[in-house]
Structure formats: C-alpha cells, structure tokens
Nanobody, 123 residues
Framework: QVQLVESGGGLVQPGGSLRLSCSAS????????LGWSRQAPGKEREFVAA????????YYTDSVKGRFTISRDNAKNTVYLQMNSLKPEDTAVYYC????????????????WGQGTLVTVSS
C-alpha cells in the first residue's frame, strides 16, 4: 500500500502563492491517478484537482480553475499543486489522494489519502 505525505502548507496573504507537494513511499505513484481535496472548517471535503496516470488529463473544480495547477513527476514519486492568486476562501486542510483509476478518482472514489497540510490565506 502506498503512503502519501503532504508538505508545503502555511500562512500566505491574499493574492499570494503556495506550492503543495505530496510524496509517496511504499509503491510508485506512476500506477495511480493523483489528486487533491480540501476541507475548510465546518465544511465538507471538496475535490479540487486531479491528474491522470500519464499526466495528459487534468481536472479542476470551478472555484480554482485558472489559479491552481496540478502536476506530477513520476521520477520523483511526487505530485504538486501550484496555487496562485490565493483567496481567504481557499483556507483549508489540503489532502493528497491516490486511486488507480482516473475516472474513479474524479468521481470521488479514493483508495489512499494523505494526512493533510493546512493552508491559511489571511492578511
């Protein structure tokens, strides 16, 4: 079973940028579609972005389109989420997710979750 560990969260001012990373141990991430979800205080978890095994296909929820970019580096066994033009409403715990099927991942069926990293957008 693959284990996922997120990093890169922190405090950033509105309009700023952060890059989240998710590294894996146990198995290669090249066998998984990968994604990011987030959960804001008092709200349900929201699926934010996904990338297919090859990296050719990506998905973004409407609220982050044009601001967030998901990418993967299979050689480094890592997936990234570049977040630009951050807004206070982006404040949440961000979770890395892995699922062998890209279609199932986008539909919300997640096989493996990371432990989460907190992103706070505030002045």
């Amino acid at each position: 079973q693959v284990q996922l560990v997120e990093s890169g969260g922190g405090l950033v001012q509105p309009g700023g940028s952060l890059r989240l990373s998710c590294s894996a141990s146990g198995r290669t991430l090249s066998n998984y579609a990968l994604g990011w979800s987030r959960q804001a205080p008092g709200k349900e978890r929201e699926f934010v972005a996904a990338i297919s095994l090859s990296g050719d296909n990506t998905y973004y929820t409407d609220s982050v389109k044009g601001r967030f970019t998901i990418s993967r580096d299979n050689a480094k066994n890592t997936v990234y989420l570049q977040m630009n033009s951050l807004k206070p409403e982006d404040t949440a715990v961000y979770y890395c997710a892995a699922e062998p099927s890209y279609i199932r991942l986008v539909a919300g069926y997640i096989q493996v979750w990371g432990q989460g990293t907190l992103v706070t957008v505030s002045s």
